[in-house]
């Protein structure tokens, strides 16, 4: 599984970077058929609302693509927070999977 992280309006610094592979690198144990995840940060600055870290992930698997995004006031808090989300999408999609293969084998029987 390869994580791909690209910054937009900030410069990604190593403790970002290594804090985003080791909060992702656990999705694969959820569902082992993650090929490769993106995971784009950004900063949206307005000027009523002051800065908006974004986060957007998007997990690759091999019939499906997982997206979660949000926006938080810190970085280390957008990421913690869109994990979960990702977690309850891959679980769903290996029951999903698993619900699939079950029914085919009754058919086949």
Request: proline share 4%; no cysteine; charged share 35%.
């Amino acid at each position: 599984m390869t994580i791909t992280i690209s910054g937009k309006d900030f410069k990604l610094t190593p403790a970002i970077k290594q804090y985003v592979t080791e909060k992702f690198t656990k999705l694969g144990k959820f569902n082992p058929d993650v090929t490769r995840i993106g995971v784009e940060l950004d900063v949206d600055h307005n000027v009523t609302k002051g800065k908006k870290f974004r986060v957007e992930v998007w997990v690759y698997l091999p019939s499906k693509t997982i997206e979660a995004g949000l926006k938080a006031e810190h970085m280390e808090e957008a990421i913690d927070l869109v994990y979960p989300k990702l977690e309850r999408q891959l679980i769903k999609q290996k029951e999903i999977r698993k619900s699939k293969a079950v029914r085919r084998q009754k058919i086949g029987k």
